[in-house]
């Protein structure tokens, strides 16, 4: 009779998801089922307070991307925000896109990762923010079982302490520039000519004309990566090499 209760048992599936709907109301499944869902355009789980005493620094940080608000709970967050609106692997990103959901030694669990990422090639990735040493073993557990999750479902995990120094520095620079109507199109035709072949950055806006009017063009060239210049060897400079794309314009 035991045997015969444990063969009907209902399975429980391993991981699930909750996530707040197109009509707003909250959607919840198995992780197995749901996988496809577009969570890269998908609100929030979770709110972003701001109040007096805070820590952190939360916000929204406009990606160009997709032309749209992304909210962050920390600096770091915002960083990572960044590098995802600045990658041109990244076709769309949300924060705090759902709850994963599974059992663990008799309890239930559920944690929120901090992004969600769509890839040019249809790739689901999930993106979690949290500096080495600040990983409690709770937030471990968490972790491990969030990138077991994307494993089954052929989603990628990472885990990240964010940008390191020079490199924020860098693309915090361009992301300056990163909106559209930074874009002349005469003037960027000009820069990309005199970049067809590596100079530095300030003699080649000088040939392509009145820096005043041609460096926010480039460096929005630079942040949608039609225009390329090693971001991680040095704050980018006058004398900063700069060329264009190989293997076509940038996104």
């Known amino acids: 009779m035991a045997g015969s209760a ?40 979770r709110s972003f307070p701001s109040f007096r005493g805070q820590v952190s620094f939360p916000g929204f940080y406009y990606a160009a991307t997709m032309d749209a608000h992304v909210g962050f709970e920390s600096w770091l967050e915002r960083d990572v925000a960044m590098m995802l609106d600045f990658d041109p692997a990244v076709v769309a990103f949300s924060s705090q896109p759902f709850w994963l959901t599974w059992a663990q030694n008799g309890k239930q669990r559920r944690h929120a990762p901090d992004y969600f990422a769509r890839l040019a090639d249809g790739t689901g990735m999930v993106i979690d923010v949290r500096p080495d040493d600040r990983i409690e073993p ?10 077991r999750a994307c494993r089954e479902v052929g989603w990628l995990f990472r885990r990240t302490a964010g940008p390191g120094a020079v490199l924020a520095a860098n693309v915090r620079w361009l992301a300056g520039y990163r909106h559209r109507r930074c874009y ?14 590596p100079k530095p950055l300030m003699g080649g806006t000088c040939e392509a004309g009145d820096p005043v009017a041609v460096l926010p063009v480039l460096y ?27 293997g076509g314009a940038g996104r």
């Open 6 to 45: 444990a063969a009907v048992r209902p399975v429980i599936p391993a991981f699930g998801v909750e996530f707040t709907g197109s009509d707003g109301g909250c959607c919840r499944g198995r992780l197995g089922e749901l996988w496809s869902t577009p969570f890269e355009r998908v609100a929030p789980v």
């Open 138 to 147: 709770r937030d471990a557990e968490a972790f491990a079982a969030t990138e």
């Open 184 to 197: 002349r199109g005469d003037i960027a035709g000009v820069l990309t000519g005199v970049f067809a072949e």
């Open 220 to 246: 929005h060239l630079l942040w949608t990566r039609v225009l390329v210049t090693d971001v991680t060897a040095g704050l980018l400079g006058p004398g900063s090499v700069v060329c264009v794309r190989q």
